[in-house]
């Protein structure tokens, strides 16, 4: 049977039959195309930044006796992990082992000195995490009694200007001839931690006094290898505890750098 124009019945079929099928077929090409082309961006993703980190303290985040100082260790540990970090600040030292000498260490400054200058280097470098260790040059210098509450300041200085960075606070490590304030000084500590968290900011404590002695000191106030390596295991395993420090959130997510 023929239309009206004369075509078969069966040749329009046929027609009709294989332009269906063209069309499945460009479809499917199409997605593969599609498919492949996601893949393609898929791969070519950049990889999530380096949670930056800050070393902040004195001269003994510095590494006096031992340059680099626990920042050895915990880096080398952290990069072991598969942990991406970048050491930030000002400062910089260390030997060829440790693949980021970038810190904010400050030999001999005190609690107030490191206040003055926090605005600047927060500003600068935009830390997602910083670890502090400072206190040291108070107990012999500058009115050990009032440093809880210079400490206090400091920490509401940094948390004021970055809300969401996690700050570690370490109880500062032992001075045996000023053990007496060092003592006074650590046992404010928890609670000016507390008293943050609870406020909501993300501040922790990290009990670092009673991971060291007397034997874990170089000349009585700074640590040997040995000791710098205790501190390391200390700030490594704080940084474990606080997943968001590490750039992961506890669901295991990411979490933005700084």
Same mark, same amino acid.
């Given at each position: 049977?023929?239309?009206?124009?004369? &075509? !078969? +019945?069966?040749?329009?079929?046929?027609?009709? =039959?294989?332009?269906?099928?063209?069309?499945?077929?460009?479809? =499917?090409?199409?997605?593969?195309?599609?498919?492949?082309? @996601?893949?393609?961006?898929?791969?070519?993703?950049?990889?999530? =930044?380096?949670?930056?980190?800050?070393?902040?303290?004195? !001269? $003994?985040?510095?590494?006096?006796? &031992?340059?680099?100082?626990? +920042?050895?260790?915990?880096? /080398? *540990?952290?990069?072991?992990?598969?942990?991406?970090?970048d050491? &930030?600040?000002?400062?910089?030292?260390?030997?060829? !082992?440790?693949?980021? +000498?970038? @810190?904010?260490?400050h030999?001999?400054?005190?609690i107030? /000195?490191?206040?003055?200058?926090?605005?600047?280097?927060? /500003?600068?470098?935009?830390?997602?995490?910083i670890?502090?260790? $400072?206190?040291?040059?108070?107990?012999?210098? /500058?009115?050990?009694?009032?440093? #809880?509450?210079?400490?206090?300041?400091? $920490?509401?200085?940094?948390?004021? +200007?970055?809300?969401?960075?996690?700050?570690?606070?370490?109880?500062?490590?032992?001075?045996?001839?000023?053990?007496?304030?060092?003592?006074?000084?650590?046992?404010?500590? #928890?609670? $000016?931690?507390?008293? *943050?968290?609870?406020?909501?900011?993300?501040?922790?404590?990290?009990?670092?006094?009673?991971?060291?002695?007397?034997?874990?000191?170089?000349?009585?106030? @700074? #640590?040997n290898?040995?000791?710098?390596?205790?501190?390391?295991?200390?700030?490594?395993?704080?940084?474990?505890?606080?997943?968001? !420090?590490?750039?992961?959130?506890?669901?295991?997510?990411?979490? #933005?750098?700084?």
């Amino acid at each position: 049977m023929r239309d009206s124009s004369g &075509v !078969s +019945r069966r040749t329009m079929l046929a027609a009709l =039959a294989a332009g269906a099928m063209g069309g499945t077929g460009v479809l =499917a090409g199409t997605g593969t195309a599609h498919a492949r082309a @996601h893949t393609r961006a898929a791969s070519a993703a950049p990889a999530a =930044a380096p949670v930056r980190v800050m070393p902040l303290g004195d !001269s $003994i985040t510095d590494g006096l006796n &031992v340059p680099g100082g626990y +920042r050895i260790d915990l880096w /080398q *540990k952290l990069v072991a992990d598969g942990h991406e970090i970048d050491f &930030v600040g000002s400062m910089a030292n260390g030997p060829g !082992s440790l693949g980021d +000498r970038d @810190h904010e260490g400050h030999s001999g400054w005190t609690i107030a /000195q490191i206040d003055a200058s926090t605005d600047g280097w927060l /500003q600068a470098y935009d830390p997602g995490t910083i670890l502090l260790h $400072i206190g040291t040059n108070d107990m012999y210098r /500058q009115d050990p009694g009032g440093a #809880p509450g210079r400490l206090s300041a400091l $920490i509401d200085r940094i948390t004021g +200007r970055l809300p969401e960075v996690e700050l570690f606070v370490a109880t500062i490590i032992p001075l045996p001839f000023a053990d007496a304030n060092v003592r006074a000084y650590n046992a404010a500590i #928890p609670g $000016i931690v507390r008293s *943050k968290a609870e406020a909501g900011r993300h501040v922790h404590l990290v009990e670092m006094y009673s991971a060291l002695t007397a034997a874990d000191l170089a000349d009585g106030v @700074h #640590p040997n290898a040995t000791g710098y390596g205790k501190m390391a295991a200390v700030w490594y395993d704080a940084l474990l505890s606080v997943p968001g !420090s590490l750039g992961l959130t506890p669901e295991g997510g990411g979490r #933005p750098a700084g």
